[in-house]
Nanobody
Framework: QVHLAESGGDSVQAGGSLRLSCAAS????????MGWFRQIPGKEREGVAA????????RYADSVKGRFTVSRSNAKKMLYLQMDNLQPEDTAIYYC????????????????????WGQGTQVTVSS
């Protein structure tokens, strides 16, 4: 079955960087768009970044544009999120997710379009 496992979360100071990884298994990774989401306790899970299955097309939330970069290796079945210039408001649990179906890029950051999730990795940014 589909399995997604995030890693790389840590505690850093504002201005620092982290690289999150997501290992995928149990399905044809190269066929599906992937996304990164984050959630603060008590708030809705929000889309951060997404990447198409094979063309490398990406979408970012306005709050992370210019600071975060999503990438993938279809050969290794891995998804990545490079996070630079981290700020305290980036503190959250970060999840990777597998898309359920093709959709317009305008909807790539909606959680409704994803059908499998990892367990999450905690990112804490202190000021």
């Amino acid at each position: 079955q589909v399995h997604l496992a995030e890693s790389g979360g840590d505690s850093v100071q504002a201005g620092g960087s982290l690289r999150l990884s997501c290992a995928a298994s149990g399905y044809d990774f190269y066929l599906y768009r992937m996304g990164w989401f984050r959630q603060i306790p008590g708030k809705e899970r929000e889309g951060v970044a997404a990447i198409s299955s094979q063309t490398g097309t990406t979408r970012y939330a306005d709050s992370v544009k210019g600071r975060f970069t999503v990438s993938r290796s279809n050969a290794k079945k891995m998804l990545y999120l490079q996070m630079d210039n981290l700020q305290p408001e980036d503190t959250a649990i970060y999840y990777c997710a597998k898309a359920a179906y093709d959709s317009s890029p305008n909807s790539w950051l909606s959680r409704d379009g994803y059908d499998a999730w990892g367990q999450g990795t905690q990112v804490t940014v202190s000021s």
